[in-house]
């Protein structure tokens, strides 16, 4: 007698949602442990010391944002996937492994954003924040397209696919533009920050946005189609 492993998809997804709600916990802990407390010299005011520490500080807030963001979109994906799989476990680690990646990508801008050598750390957190981007979208594709997941409509589905495809689309270019203009890539980080930062207000304006542009398109064929015949019978 052989066995086989079913197919079926198994119901529900909570303790995928805790384990990596546990990583992105211990990432966004990990850090704060950069931040040291300075050595105060004589004569010399402890803000003064605070305020030569600024790389430090934006390294901290840069990876903290990335992850906060990073969580919310996660958040939001699983409560549109319903089930799971053996390859949904495989993405979600993939991604995990990014988001542990990050408190270290962070260490290292934070040591290097103000020497000659910046260039490098910026490039590799570029890198792992596109990783970050192109592991949301592999997981959200992979459980949309199998059926894994359920919304209240299809077009939420589309539109939440369209919107995690920009995410890996846009973390590839602030990547690329890196090498070009870290100046540009700081403000591009920021711009994806504002933008991912309500992933379910977003992909509803954009299923909403398709739906009435859906309908005036519908509109504007029906007039042009009954436009001949209004005139033969006048």
């Known amino acids: 007698m052989r066995f086989t492993a079913p197919k079926k998809a198994s119901e529900g997804t909570s303790r995928i949602e ?36 600024w790389q430090v500080y934006l390294a901290f807030l840069i990876g903290f944002f990335t992850l906060l963001v990073c969580w919310i979109n996660h958040h939001y994906m699983f409560e549109l996937i319903r089930k799971r799989n053996d390859m949904l476990l495989l993405l979600n680690g993939f991604k995990l492994l990014v988001v542990s990646f990050t408190p270290f990508a962070t260490a290292l801008l934070a ?7 910046q260039q490098t750390p910026i490039s590799i957190y570029g890198f792992n924040f596109f990783l970050m981007g192109t592991a949301m979208t592999a997981l959200w594709v992979y459980a949309n397209k199998k059926g894994l997941t359920k919304a209240e409509s299809p077009e939420i589905l589309k539109a939440t696919t369209q919107l995690f495809v920009f995410a890996s689309i846009f973390s590839g270019a602030i990547f690329l533009i890196s090498f070009i203009s870290i100046p540009v890539s700081l403000v591009l980080f920021g711009i994806m920050f504002l933008i991912f930062i309500f992933p379910k207000d977003r992909a509803y304006r954009i299923a909403e946005y398709k739906k009435r542009k859906s309908l005036k398109t519908t509109r504007t064929i029906l007039e042009d189609a009954t436009a001949p015949q209004t005139e033969a019978i006048v």
């Open 111 to 117: 040591d290097y954003i103000t020497t000659p050598n």
């Open 18 to 53: 805790a384990f990596s709600d546990g990583v992105f916990a211990i990432a966004i802990t990990l850090l704060v442990l950069d931040i040291h407390v300075p050595v105060v010299k004589d004569n010399e005011s402890i803000l003064k010391a605070l305020v030569a520490h």
